[in-house]
T-cell receptor
Framework: NAGVTQTPKFQVLKTGQSMTLQCAQD?????MYWYRQDPGMGLRLIYY???????DKGEVPNGYNVSRLNKREFSLRLESAAPSQTSVYFC?????????????FGSGTQLSVL | EDQVTQSPEALRLQEGESSSLNCSYT??????LFWYRQDPGKGPEFLFT???AGEEKEKERLKATLTKKESFLHITAPKPEDSATYLC??????????????FGAGTTVTVRA
């Protein structure tokens, strides 16, 4: 079982470049999430999609956009990358929003912005 | 504002040397507390969910407990394969269409043979 699949695994950008991080899950989950992880800080929520057709801002949405393409796929776009966006990005999913339920995480994208 | 603090930041253990990790939290209306394990270069992997004070969960050498202000992850007789970063997260604050999950920064455990 693939679970949550993220691409790419590594990426280096120059300041001002744009890119899209892709995420797909094969568990028929309704809810999907994008987090960033920085040294010494907990995972922080960027955007989430509680169900297909909805997206909402998390704690740190500035500089990012998202698209819930269908039930399986949730992409994260950096329109004009900045060095402050250097981080490790994780996509996650779970069955349903508004319940106490574990998250399933992808393996992450390590992004460096020079 | 909700806060999740994990201590210590790093823990070095000898194989077989039991110890505990702490996760203290300040949230109103706790709905659930999660423990995850994260190996280098990988995403977090679920370990336990605790719902209310007094609850305990066990899995192999790991045991998680919960009080009204903190949770402990006890590692009994650890082995080198228990080396990882352990993350704590609390689910409490309502968001539009969901509930916020707040993560601690983690405790990195290294177990030497």
């Amino acid at each position: 079982n693939a679970g949550v699949t993220q691409t790419p695994k590594f990426q280096v950008l120059k300041t001002g470049q744009s890119m899209t991080l892709q995420c797909a899950q094969d568990m028929n989950h309704n809810s999907m999430y994008w987090y960033r992880q920085d040294p010494g800080m907990g995972l922080r929520l960027i955007y989430y999609s509680a169900s297909e057709g909805t997206t909402d801002k998390g704690e740190v949405p500035n500089g990012y956009n998202v698209s819930r393409l269908n039930k399986r796929e949730f992409s994260l776009r950096l329109e004009s990358a900045a060095p402050s966006q250097t981080s490790v990005y994780f996509c996650a999913s779970r069955g349903t929003a508004r319940v106490v339920e574990k998250l399933f995480f992808g393996s992450g994208t390590q992004l460096s912005v020079l | 504002e909700d806060q999740v603090t994990q201590s210590p930041e790093a823990l070095r253990l000898q194989e077989g040397e039991s110890s505990s990790l702490n996760c203290s939290y300040t949230v109103s209306g706790l709905r659930g507390l999660f423990w995850y394990r994260q190996d280098p270069g990988k995403g977090p992997e679920f370990l336990f969910t605790l719902y209310s004070a007094g609850e305990e969960k066990e899995k192999e050498r790991l045991k998680a407990t919960l009080t009204k202000k903190e949770s402990f992850l006890h590692i009994t007789a650890p082995k080198p394969e228990d080396s990882a970063t352990y993350l704590c997260a609390v689910q409490a604050v309502p968001l539009p269409n969901d509930y916020k999950l707040s993560f601690g920064a983690g405790t990195t455990v290294t177990v030497r043979a």
